[in-house]
């Protein structure tokens, strides 16, 4: 059942017209294809990959910059269309772990191997601060786009809060397949950014 597909075609064509949206530039089709590409390299890994395939698609599928709440709307929509493909416990997983991905603490889930689960999932939405300068920075000029509307200095120190966050944890990442893979790259990657904002560079 697990290994199942949530996500049929009249599903995927539904999701995919969301985030074809014009005022997406990082968080559209590219990123949802990023992390299924990953999820598939680290299936193995997943005890319901389904489950996991389903919550990526819906993660970002409610998307507006300016709004607080598209991770709990995007949940939300995930569970009244999965509503009879899924069973409640697993419906409330797979929404546990999109509304993780607004604040990427891992949710409050039973079972270690449901845990692990979301922590697979928080790391593939984050790879992309490991990713290779020239697509990091691509990313960063993407997510500017996305919040055009907000003034350069407050923008700079919004966007310099998060990134230090992210630099202040132990680990950026929750799995040791992903610290080995994208750690010390996003590290370097955060830095650089951050001294960018800072107007250091």
């Keep these: 059942m697990e290994n199942e597909t949530l996500i049929d075609d009249v599903l995927k064509n539904e999701l995919s017209a ?57 949940a939300a929509l995930a569970k009244k269309r999965l509503a009879g493909r899924a069973n409640p416990h697993r419906l409330a997983r797979i929404a546990a772990m999109i509304n993780a991905t607004a604040t990427h603490q891992l949710p409050p889930l039973r079972g270690e191997s449901a845990l692990n689960d979301a922590a697979l999932l928080l790391d593939m939405d984050l790879a992309i601060l490991g990713a290779e300068p020239a697509v990091f920075d691509a990313y960063e000029s993407a997510v500017r786009l996305e919040y055009g509307w907000v003034e350069e200095p407050i923008w700079r120190a919004g966007r310099a809060a998060v990134l230090k966050s992210f630099l202040a944890r132990p680990h950026i990442f929750y799995t040791q397949s992903f610290r080995d893979r994208f750690e010390a790259p996003a590290r370097k990657n955060l830095d650089r950014s951050l001294q960018a904002l800072q107007g250091q560079v």
Excluded: C, T
Aim: no cysteine; proline share 2%; charged share 30%.
């Design 18 to 74: 969301l985030y074809q949206a014009k005022d997406r530039h990082y968080h559209g089709m590219a990123h949802i294809e990023a992390m299924l590409a990953l999820a598939e390299e680290y299936r193995a890994l997943l005890d319901d990959p389904g489950a996991v395939e389903a919550a990526i698609w819906f993660h970002d599928a409610v998307y507006d910059s300016r709004a607080k709440d598209n991770e709990a709307k995007s």
